[in-house]
């Protein structure tokens, strides 16, 4: 794990601090009905992730368009499909005909919204520092998962950039050999017919290679494996995890509204 600058501490912590720390609140989530609590964690969620991650185009982007973007999209869909019956006292906001929508439906909607929003954010924290390997590696080291699950999953994992590869190359190939089959989404549907077979070809191909080099490792000869990267967990990670928890914990105790539990 690189770090590039003092205040990008996010990646030299260990991924299972990153999950650790926010995982109870995510699971908690799932069962807030107020709009408070949800967006404290939103807050949080983007104040540790634009001082502890590279502030780069798409993280912003993600962050300030796409998110806010698709909480938007989501909470109108869902203040639509309200049961009009069940927030009829609250007051009417607009009238079509004889639809209404009501002060109750959009605040449960946007309460629906802000909550999934909450979620993605606090996964973004481990899902924007953290790299695949890494994880793996954290999971074999301090979780105990057996080496065989772990780098079998990560070997599978791979196989998707190498299938990107593969149809640009296939892509590249049909274009040289004139093989354009036209326009429209008949033409899209043809092309797409044609790339399977060379891909299954190729993807027989790469499982054999990796299967031959695993052999050729011993790999699951012996219940345990030497590793060549140490992924620790430090101090550091004892101190993000416990800070996390007791902040979950703190919004929970003072936004909650656990009075209408």
Do not use: C
């Amino acid at each position: 794990m690189t770090v590039t600058s003092h205040r990008q501490f996010l990646y030299a912590l260990n991924p299972l601090a990153k999950v650790a720390g926010f995982a109870p609140a995510m699971v908690l989530l799932v069962f807030v009905r107020d709009l408070a609590t949800p967006a404290a964690f939103l807050l949080l969620a983007y104040g540790i992730l634009l001082v502890g991650a590279r502030t780069t185009v798409r993280l912003l982007a993600l962050l300030l368009i796409a998110l806010p973007v698709g909480m938007i999209a989501v909470g109108v869909g869902f203040s639509v499909w309200v049961d009009a019956s069940l927030v009829s006292g609250t007051p009417p906001l607009v009238r079509l005909g004889g639809w209404t929508l009501f002060a109750g439906a959009l605040e449960i909607g946007f309460a629906t919204a802000l909550r999934l929003g909450a979620i993605v954010a606090l996964a973004l924290i481990g899902g924007l520092t953290t790299t695949g390997p890494d994880l793996v590696r954290a999971s074999v080291q301090q979780l105990r998962v057996p080496y065989r699950i772990g780098y079998t999953a990560l070997a599978a994992f791979r196989f998707v950039p190498r299938f990107g590869h593969e149809l640009a190359v296939i892509r590249a190939a049909h274009r040289v050999r004139g093989h354009h089959g036209g326009r429209g989404p008949f033409a899209r549907l043809a092309r797409g017919w044609g790339y399977i077979v060379p891909l299954l070809a190729g993807a027989i191909r790469h499982a054999e290679r990796v299967a031959l080099a695993m052999d050729a490792r011993a790999f699951g000869a012996h219940p345990t494996r030497t590793e060549r990267h140490f992924v620790p967990f430090r101090t550091r990670d004892v101190v993000f995890t416990v800070a996390s928890l007791a902040a979950s914990a703190l919004i929970f105790f003072l936004l909650f509204p656990w009075q209408l539990s």
